[in-house]
């Protein structure tokens, strides 16, 4: 899944422009997270005491979840202005910073 991330990319990068994100991709990192998930929950519901290499686990868990999101965030380009919103309409006006 790393190797698939890395070379979007190094493909991007060689056509010197953000190319669509293959379903492949995405499908990966959603597994790897959903897995992580599973782990992250199976470990919260056990009976067992709370341990220093137990809590350790859980953090290793999810900072592994935190990067998995973030690489799935980071394939999906910001939003522009000349997006419309979900109801068809032009783009939302821009909130002047309170």
Not at 11 to 33: E, F, G, M, W
Request: aromatic share 4%.
């Amino acid at each position: 899944m790393l190797l698939g991330v890395c070379q979007y990319f190094q493909y991007c990068i060689a056509l010197r422009q953000r190319q669509s994100v293959p379903s492949k991709l995405i499908h990966s990192i959603d597994a790897a997270a959903a897995q992580v998930t599973r782990c992250n929950i199976a470990e919260t519901e056990s009976d067992a005491p709370a341990t220093p290499d137990r809590t350790l686990g859980e953090k290793s868990l999810r900072d592994t979840l935190h990067a998995l999101t973030g690489m799935r965030l980071s394939l999906h380009p910001p939003a522009t202005e000349s997006l419309a919103d979900s109801h068809g309409n032009g783009p939302a006006p821009r909130q002047k910073p309170a």
